[in-house]
């Protein structure tokens, strides 16, 4: 049987109905499947599962697609009209988890009966109603069901704030010494003699690099800083209110302990455990490199006492260049950005045996390039890339769902949002891309389950970006990156730059992973601890996680749109590093091995969350995780 892709509209009134009325069609064949389960007790197990099965594909497809508009659509109507459907969706499912009828239609089904896929579904389904809210009282199954439609209510208000919340300042025109010829052609003074700059990334990433002046430096990261402020003071203050009083009222300790019980990590308790160990292994590394960078700002600033968070990425790049021989001006010269779209292309295409056919698939914007995902003559999927940055747009990097892979019913569709420049890409830009690339890819191989509810990248939270962090060492390859390269002459990158940039990027790894504590003190503390003021005790969070201080006075939890989505664990971005780092041992024998390729394919990504993450790394090792290779790779071994 040949899936179809999802059918794009052509004109406008064609998405503002793809908005409206494609999630509201969903929505009705959910409740005419949760009206069957109620009512027809002569249904088998197998049968109520199926018909589950249904109704998730049916939420999954709506609510992914009116996420992907409400952060994409270039029209502010058909955002507008798309992000209402997703609160319906979302209010819908928790809704439905609350629901006693429904919930009776699955409690006392034995899993003796059912076979491991159906008994696996089954036991995620009751885990659900439970936390979910089903067996409290009346009054309480109540206010449970309006705190989940409050979070989702308040998470969509913080993130579209952030969307919006693009900047911009002026600056002098000879602050942008040091910055490459080509940004400041492109950003000529006006009749003041003063340059405009947003804080949009390929204004933010090449300033905050290249800029000697300290003043601009400072000046655009306190903006970036203060993105979606003070409108989302208040609303991170409420939603904080409502995880924690969602979370006693379901029985949970806090926020954390409610996130984590699905999680590898198991428990509240253990993050903090686990950021003591992330502590303990980087802080000595970090202690050593740290007087390196305020020695190389002092050369510039001779009374700076600190190094701040606006230095950090350029004094990294200064050492880099005078002491390892690595110019990052020099080395964006071989990443032309059409170069780099299509070396990802190719080299995940080599190695997860597929090819990427383009299609005119006239998706929401004229820079969305779309991609059928090809196994031979297979279609194994779709993905839409919109790379570029615009006003109203999702305004980082991130992988959205668009269709949940179902085998034999439901095509998988993914897309890629990101902001990246249309010119010369920084290496750091050309990582994030294979990390970024390295969801979509996840989100298609595993896309041919049986149930939607194990789809994609449906994993435990804490593994999901292990396989993207595992793809970025492709990045770090020399011979992947001469494959897709080239300067202005021709010429692909050298071999020995790579190695010198791969020996530089040793250097700062512990101030980066200290940079990375601080992100998940601020994650799990605002939710377990709700300080009264978020300004100040953010503030300490970051300066004493790391000697890279914060700007003082400013309120980055404001624009720190993972507070919503990882709520409490953003720890994972570090536990799915240890296991990253560990999984690229099995690729011993090459990056583009074709036989650990394989095995990979097979037993991690094809498997989407059909098995636990435990299962998956092990039995791609061979063994169970360790921590081992990320201390390795955190002493630059």
Not at 86 to 113: H, Y
Not at 349 to 378: I, K, N, T
Request: charged share 30%; with cysteine.
């Amino acid at each position: 049987m040949t899936l179809e892709p999802l059918p794009f509209p052509s004109d406008a009134a064609g998405w503002a109905a793809f908005a409206d009325e494609r999630p509201a069609a969903r929505i009705a064949q959910v409740h005419d499947i949760d009206d069957r389960l109620r009512s027809e007790p002569s249904l088998t197990t197998v049968e109520r599962l199926e018909l589950w099965n249904d109704a998730d594909i049916a939420l999954s497809e709506a609510l992914s697609e009116a996420y992907v508009l409400s952060e994409a659509h270039p029209d502010q109507a058909v955002r507008e009209r798309a992000e209402a459907q997703v609160q319906t969706v979302e209010s819908l499912s928790a809704a439905r988890l609350l629901d006693r009828d429904l919930w009776k239609a699955f409690a006392d089904a034995q899993a003796t009966a059912l076979d491991d896929d159906q008994a696996r579904l089954l036991a995620h389904l009751l885990r659900d109603f439970r936390r979910g809210g089903v067996e409290l009282d009346d009054a309480d199954r109540e206010r449970a069901r309006q705190l989940a439609d409050r979070d989702t209510e308040l998470s969509l208000a913080f993130s579209r704030n952030i969307r919006d919340g693009r900047r911009e300042i002026a600056v002098p025109a000879d602050g942008l010494a040091g910055m490459p010829q080509d940004f400041i052609d492109s950003h000529p003074a006006d009749e003041h003699g003063r340059v405009t700059l947003s804080t949009d990334y390929p204004d933010l990433m090449p300033v905050r690099d290249y800029a000697r002046d300290r003043a601009t430096r400072i000046a655009l990261v306190s903006a970036y800083n203060d993105l979606a402020w003070p409108e989302n003071d208040a609303i991170l203050a409420e939603l904080l209110d409502v995880r924690a009083e969602r979370a006693r009222l379901l029985g949970y300790p806090d926020w954390a302990d409610y996130e984590t019980e699905t999680r590898m990590i198991g428990s509240g308790a253990a993050i903090p455990a686990f950021l003591s160990r992330l502590d303990e292994a980087s802080r000595s590394a970090a202690e050593a490199e740290y007087p390196q960078l305020l020695e190389r700002l002092r050369r510039d600033v001779p009374d700076a006492e600190v190094v701040t968070i606006a230095d950090f990425w350029y004094l990294l790049g200064a050492i880099k260049r005078e002491q390892y021989d690595v110019d990052a001006q020099l080395v964006r010269s071989y990443f032309p950005f059409e170069r780099v779209v299509a070396g990802v292309l190719d080299v995940t295409g080599r190695l997860l045996d597929v090819q990427y056919v383009p299609v005119e698939a006239h998706a929401w914007h004229e820079d969305v390039q779309s991609f059928d995902v090809m196994r031979g003559d297979e279609r194994l999927g779709r993905i839409h890339l919109d790379l570029h940055p615009r006003e109203g747009k999702f305004s980082h990097a991130a992988c959205f769902p668009l269709a949940p892979g179902v085998a034999g019913r439901v095509l998988p569709e993914a897309a890629l949002l990101c902001n990246f420049s249309r010119g010369l890409l920084e290496h750091d830009e050309v990582v994030t891309f294979f990390h970024e690339f390295g969801h979509l890819v996840h989100d298609i191989l595993g896309g041919r389950q049986r149930f939607a509810r194990f789809s994609g990248v449906a994993t435990e939270w804490d593994f999901v970006e292990a396989p993207s962090q595992l793809l970025e060492e492709w990045a770090w390859d020399a011979g992947v990156l001469a494959s897709f390269s080239a300067d202005a002459q021709g010429e692909p990158i050298p071999a020995d730059l790579v190695e010198r940039m791969r020996t530089a990027d040793a250097f700062g790894r512990a101030l980066e992973v200290r940079r990375q504590l601080g992100h998940a003190n601020v994650s799990y503390h605002l939710h377990v601890d709700r300080p009264a003021d978020l300004q100040a005790e953010t503030e300490r969070l970051y300066a004493d996680a790391s000697p890279v201080q914060p700007l003082p006075g400013l309120h980055s939890y404001a624009g720190f749109g993972h507070l919503t989505g990882y709520g409490a664990c953003y720890y994972t971005y570090q536990w799915s590093l240890v296991i990253a780092r560990d999984l690229l041992s099995g690729f011993a024998g090459g990056l583009m091995d074709a036989e650990a390729a394989r095995r990979y394919r097979s037993e991690v990504l094809e498997r989407g969350g059909s098995r636990d993450a435990n299962d998956l790394v092990e039995a791609f090792l061979g063994r169970p995780s360790s921590f081992e290779a990320y201390r390795d790779w955190l002493a630059g071994a």
